[in-house]
């Protein structure tokens, strides 16, 4: 037997309409539920072909009927494929301390955008770094929020609200209709802060993948996935190792509706539109929860990059999602 990849096993969360999905045996002809748990022999890959363009797809998956325990194969539905979407990931974190508790919470944000309005972002993003390189004296070049908040980039005629203006003019061009937007953030208290950390890590980045896979398959896109390395030069094995996870569970199979959905691409940070897009929608969520958090007032919140998809696990582990204006930080985290 092959031996499986190494991995990290993704949370057991499966959409509500799933959990009670029934089959009928093939061989002892008893109905029962769906095992969506059931680890299959290797990750649902798909193949190159080597006749012709394009790719052998796995499109069902190994369910052990709980009766007699004969292996039954279940096929994933259909769903239309119109296009490609490239959804671009960027994070953020932050170490917070909180009623003497110390915390750690990470965010991901993707973001798409439609081939139709593309060149009209882009402009307006070009146009804003023109518009910073100039009031900078030419120290800042690519939009990256985490640098246009450090003061020590910004000669002294350009003020907090002028920087926070720049940050509020790209969630602006992040707030068109025609830019899918997918925020998913998580936070722990911390007792052993490297495991604990990892955990979030894990469960915020491949509740993502799940969730945006659901939502974009549904809506008869494909999506092709891009992520910042973490360090220079170097693939995040954390990410991959997730990914291979959720390959071996039925859920990605169904999910996918026969699509090939291809290997998770590893790019340099703000190389593109999406990624510096992505990189604001973290910062901003991010830092939204720590001042939130702290009792202070953030500077620009969430709901000014405009209706998204955000998700994250409230106190009882369980998965909220919600397409709002603003995270949902109350329902979430309880904090109002
Ligand atoms: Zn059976």
Redesign the pocket.
């Known amino acids: 037997m092959a031996k499986i990849p190494k991995h990290r096993t993704p949370p057991f969360i499966v959409p509500s309409d799933l959990v009670k999905m029934r089959f009928v045996?093939g061989?002892?002809?008893?109905e029962?539920l769906i095992n969506w748990v059931e680890r299959q022999g290797a990750p649902k890959e798909s193949v190159k072909s080597t006749v012709q363009d394009g790719h052998w797809v796995p499109i069902s998956f190994r369910n052990t009927?709980p009766?007699?325990?004969?292996p039954?194969e279940i096929s994933a539905p259909a769903f239309e494929r119109r296009a490609a979407l490239t959804l671009v990931g960027d994070e953020s974190y932050r170490e917070l301390t909180y009623k003497g508790d110390n915390l750690f919470y990470m965010c991901i944000a993707l973001v798409g955008v439609d081939p139709g309005i593309r060149n009209e972002i882009e402009y307006g993003v070009l146009e804003l770094e023109e518009y910073m390189r100039e009031r900078s004296n030419g120290k800042t070049k690519a939009f990256h929020a985490k640098d246009i908040l450090t003061t020590k980039n910004w000669p002294t005629g350009v003020s907090f609200e002028d920087r926070v203006s720049f940050i509020k003019k790209m969630c602006q061009l992040c707030s068109n209709k025609k830019v899918t937007k997918i925020v998913s953030a998580g936070c722990v208290v911390t007792s052993d802060k490297q495991r604990d950390m990892r955990h979030v890590r894990d469960e915020v980045y491949s509740s993502l993948i799940m969730y945006s896979l659901d939502r974009t398959r549904k809506a008869g896109l494909v999506p092709v996935y891009k992520f910042d390395r973490i360090q220079k030069g170097r693939e995040s094995g954390w990410a991959k190792e997730c990914v291979t996870g959720i390959r071996l569970y039925p859920l990605f199979v169904w999910l996918s509706a026969r699509a090939h959905i291809p290997a998770v691409e590893f790019i340099e940070p703000l190389s593109c539109l999406e990624s510096k897009m992505a990189d604001c929608l973290a910062y901003v969520t991010a830092n939204e929860f720590a001042r939130r958090v702290s009792g202070r007032h953030p500077a620009v919140t969430s709901a000014e990059f405009g209706r998204a998809m955000f998700i994250g696990y409230n106190g009882r582990g369980d998965l909220i999602h919600e397409d709002s204006t603003g995270y949902p930080l109350e329902r979430v985290f309880a904090i109002k």
């Open positions: 045996c061989n002892c002809h008893e029962g009927c009766h007699c325990e004969a039954n």
